[in-house]
């Protein structure tokens, strides 16, 4: 079965802008969870959702937001690019919500110049 | 935050075992040990899990001590391909509103 799907691969953009991220979990997963990771911190939860309602959420500023369609897919924006998003944003999913065991999407590399 | 200490780096040599410790000394009795590992640039991926008995699959083995403060993840014949970071959770099997988290982790490097 195909897996988590994140588009798209490889993205730049400059200061100031924003940006949106897709995720379309593996069909019937109906929980989509999202990570940044930067060198210096490592993997840090952003948030999650369950039949689209967010479910939890990290300690990231509002600039970062999500949602969950009824398909389940997913998307995530940040606002106001900074510098320091630049990051690897990954997409997990799964079919209940809280689970431990995620299948992770290959990533979204985000350069801010 | 993480709840598990794993060594920052080792390493193995093509063919041998790879024996990759975790402590998590307050484990609580319902809470399980997961493992993961993230090869270079790709998202993490799901290895194994166990709460208190030896696990194996196709891709690993995990031994608990009886005491549940310490696991190790064995890789019998390592291969290139397993240089990753691996990581170690230790989460309630349901874990409802608290997230995964994943810790520093332990880079292993396979030589050939």
């Known amino acids: 079965k195909a897996g988590v799907t994140q588009t798209p691969r490889y993205l730049i953009k400059t200061r100031g802008q924003q940006v949106t991220l897709s995720c379309s979990p593996i069909s019937g997963h109906r929980s989509v969870s999202w990570y940044q990771q930067t060198p210096g911190q490592g993997l840090q939860f952003l948030f999650e959702y369950f039949s689209e309602t967010q479910r939890n959420k990290g300690n990231f500023p509002g600039r970062f937001s999500g949602r969950q369609f009824s398909n389940s897919r997913s998307e995530m924006n940040v606002s106001t690019l900074e510098l320091g998003d630049s990051a690897l944003y990954l997409c997990a999913s799964s079919f209940s919500s809280g689970a431990n065991v995620l299948t992770f999407g290959a990533g979204s590399r985000l350069t801010v110049l | 935050d993480a709840k598990t200490t794993q060594p920052p780096s080792m390493d193995c040599a093509e063919g041998r075992a790879a024996n990759l410790p975790c402590n998590h000394s307050t484990i609580s009795g319902n809470e399980y040990v997961y493992w993961y590992r993230q090869i270079h640039s790709q998202g993490p991926q799901y290895i194994i899990h166990?709460?208190?008995n030896n696990e194996t699959n196709e891709m690993a083995s995990l031994i608990i001590t009886e005491d549940r403060k310490s696991s190790t993840l064995i890789l019998p014949h390592a291969t290139l391909r397993d240089t990753a970071v691996y990581y170690c959770i230790v989460r309630l099997l349901q874990g409802g509103s608290e997230k995964l988290v994943f810790g520093k982790g332990t880079k292993l490097t396979v030589n050939p």
């Open positions: 166990g709460l208190k």
